[in-house]
């Protein structure tokens, strides 16, 4: 198996659906020969890859031992479970689903206690109070405890979660937690609040590559396949292409150079018989057309497209020199 690629996706869940929407977008399609319950799976029409369906939590570690050459899975998980992450792993791009935070939040009735410095005075007096030391449930024991320390709260302990975190404190299990959230709504509910610098990591899924991986040639080939097509989606679905047509040439000229200057938006080829046609952002297109318009053009098409492959890859540019790739 040295010679194929293991690209690691989560196996059930809204994780597993919107990762195998991701991908399918970007033309790779997963196969299993024996449906829906195998483990393990291929990419269509990619060869020397093979997919491996494990749990988000498995996928960050399977990446840090090097069994697994790309992986989805959240930043929290990676920053909570492999010790010097970014000597492990290079984060590929991110995914845009998973979106939740990693945060410190404390019972609202502590109402003098806003911000980790207020917390860092609690901890200090708490004990001399009350016998003990503050009690943080979290599942994010190495986050807490770095976060913690940058902060300068040193006298509390964990108690590590197994359950519903949020209701530590009211059980009386815990005095504070540390926990995962996506709109809070939960702990308000449990009458919790966030403090106001208490987001620790603002976390999404990614696609993550692993350093520690045996990268072959054929794996890279692999690797190099599935990031142009993940690329080219990405960057036909955040631009959009602009084409202007003008009565004479020297407007199509005279505008290229109002739109350069004043937008930085060069045209993607010299203007040829009155016609001059732009790639930009998707935020830019209005912008865009306005100023077109404004320089007389007569009729302004936008266009999206499925894919937009570029000589080059600037997936491949952000990670290839560190597993010795290039392209």
Not at 21 to 37: E, K, M, P
Not at 78 to 91: G, H, L, S
Not at 163 to 185: K, Q
Not at 287 to 309: N, T
Request: charged share 25%.
């Amino acid at each position: 198996m040295s010679d194929t690629l293991i690209l690691a996706v989560p196996s059930k869940g809204r994780l597993q659906e919107n990762a195998d929407a991701f991908f399918r977008r970007s033309g790779l399609v997963f196969t299993r020969a024996r449906g829906v319950r195998d483990y393990r799976g291929r990419i269509a029409g990619v060869d020397y890859a093979e997919v491996l369906f494990l749990s988000a939590s498995e996928i960050a570690g399977e990446l840090a031992r090097g069994n697994v050459h790309l992986g989805v899975t959240g930043e929290d998980l990676i920053r909570e479970n492999i010790t010097d992450a970014d000597d492990k792993i290079a984060f590929v791009t991110p995914l845009g689903f998973g979106h939740a935070r990693v945060v410190v939040a404390v019972p609202q009735v502590w109402i003098d206690v806003d911000n980790m410095a207020d917390l860092a005075d609690v901890a200090q007096s708490f004990r001399a109070r009350h016998g003990r030391r503050l009690r943080v449930a979290t599942k994010y024991v190495n986050l807490t405890r770095a976060h913690f320390a940058a902060n300068g709260v040193t006298d509390y302990r964990i108690v590590e979660s197994l359950g519903a975190t949020e209701g530590a404190p009211a059980s009386g299990a815990a005095d504070l937690i540390v926990d995962i959230t996506t709109t809070g709504a939960t702990l308000a509910a449990n009458a919790l609040k966030v403090l106001s610098d208490g987001v620790m990591l603002a976390s999404e899924a990614n696609l993550v590559a692993s350093l520690t991986a045996s990268w072959s040639d054929s794996t890279k080939a692999a690797l190099t396949e599935i990031l142009d097509r993940v690329a080219a989606e990405e960057h036909a679905r955040t631009t959009r292409e602009v084409r202007a047509v003008f009565a004479f040439s020297r407007s199509a000229q005279s505008a290229q150079t109002q739109v350069s200057d004043e937008l930085g938006i060069d045209a993607m080829l010299p203007p040829n018989d009155g016609v001059v046609v732009y790639e930009c952002a998707a935020d830019d297109v209005w912008r865009l057309v306005r100023l077109l318009k404004a320089q007389g053009a007569r009729h302004v098409s936008v266009r999206g497209r499925d894919y937009v492959f570029t000589a080059e890859n600037p997936l491949i540019a952000r990670i290839g020199t560190r597993i010795g790739l290039s392209g």
